[in-house]
């Protein structure tokens, strides 16, 4: 099966997909792992004025709201800080290419917790990541989606999930959760679940329950640090 017959069997009947991917092989995960990282490059290009502008006005404000710096002081701190900015660039544009591949690797750690551990099976960690790599090919969509609304609006706080509901302050514990939970990023974990049935050899189902619950675990930690980063900037 072709590549692009996989990215659009993806959408339209996953489990074709997973079928051809389930057999322990690196190089099966090497062409979505590597279509991620142009992914994240090419989506960075696309918004990096604008990451850099939110960025830059965070930071401003965070420095001339800070009652902790003197007002002497504050200018040479925002000269200083913008020479870093200038400098973190490259930093940002490898950020962008790794970010999709280290969360499959992160997500297939999870799924192979779940499948091994808590489930009882016998799959290996590549089976995992060929499954979940795949399954991550819907940043092209969340992409293509994302991006437009988010340059329209200038923002990067666009959501497609319970974070359109604005509860709560920005940093918040109970916002921060609501952000996390986004219809793409569930229809991640249904694919990741699906795959596990593949797998594993047995219904979907189970391995969507156990992979829901330990993902929404990981969004209330997530939510938990955030709004304990938070509560420290402020």
Do not use: C, H
């Not at 916002?175 to 699906?194: G, P, T």
């Amino acid at each position: 099966m072709s590549i692009l017959a996989n990215v659009i069997n993806l959408y339209t009947a996953p489990s074709k997909v997973f079928e051809t991917v389930k057999d322990f092989a690196w190089k099966k995960a090497i062409v979505p792992l590597l279509i991620l990282a142009v992914l994240g490059v090419v989506s960075f290009w696309a918004i990096q004025d604008l990451v850099t502008g939110v960025q830059y006005d965070a930071a401003i404000e965070r420095i001339e709201n800070s009652s902790r710096i003197a007002d002497d002081q504050k200018e040479e701190i925002i000269a200083k800080m913008e020479e870093k900015m200038e400098g973190a660039q490259i930093t940002s544009w490898v950020a962008s290419m790794l970010g999709g591949p280290v969360t499959v690797f992160f997500m297939a750690l999870i799924a192979l917790l779940v499948g091994n551990t808590i489930m009882g099976g016998g799959a290996k960690y590549g089976q995992l990541v060929n499954i979940t790599a795949w399954a991550y090919m819907i940043n092209i969509l969340e992409s293509i989606v994302k991006i437009p609304l988010m340059l329209n609006k200038w923002s990067l706080e666009v959501y497609t999930g319970l974070g359109v509901l604005g509860i709560g302050e920005k940093g918040s514990f109970i916002n921060s959760l609501l952000a996390s939970i986004d219809i793409f990023a569930i229809w991640r974990i249904v694919l990741i679940a699906i795959g596990m049935g593949i797998i594993y050899n047995k219904k979907a189902r189970p391995y969507l329950i156990a992979m829901l619950v330990t993902w929404l675990v990981l969004q209330l930690i997530g939510a938990g640090f955030s709004s304990i980063i938070g509560g420290i900037a402020g």
